[in-house]
């Protein structure tokens, strides 16, 4: 069992930037793949990034890519959502995710564990 607990949320302006921690309970955290995922008001929840178990392998959304950053650090249990030159559209609850099976990434039914999300709204 894995439990995600989320923070770093709060109100930026556009343009602003904002750092994401998800910290994972357990002493497994190096075992999933860790996922970001987001969910705007009235519409589904979408990918928006991931890391791989080492943090060699990362792989981004196309509407965040060049903006947003995920890293990891296995021996604190937390993995860091990176946002800059953030946009009113970026405005959304995110959610940390673990996966551990070998589905793709951008898959949400092949994670295991969520967090309880955390809001992000940026002000135009």
């Known amino acids: 069992q894995v439990q995600l607990v989320e923070s770093g949320g709060g109100l930026v302006q556009a343009g602003g930037s904002l750092r994401l921690s998800c910290a994972a309970s357990?002493?497994?955290?190096?075992?999933?793949?860790m996922g970001w995922f987001r969910q705007a008001p009235g519409k589904e929840r979408e990918f928006v990034g991931a890391?791989?178990?080492?943090?060699?392998?990362?792989i981004y959304a196309n509407s965040v890519k060049g903006r947003f950053t995920i890293s990891r650090d296995n021996a604190k249990n937390t993995v860091y959502l990176q946002m800059n030159s953030l946009k009113p559209e970026d405005t959304a609850v995110y959610y940390c995710a673990a996966k551990g099976g070998s589905s793709w990434y951008f898959n949400q039914r092949g994670y295991d564990y969520w967090g309880q999300g955390t809001q992000v709204t940026v002000s135009s």
């Open positions: 357990g002493r497994t955290f190096s075992t999933y793949d």
């Open positions: 890391i791989s178990r080492s943090g060699e392998f990362t």
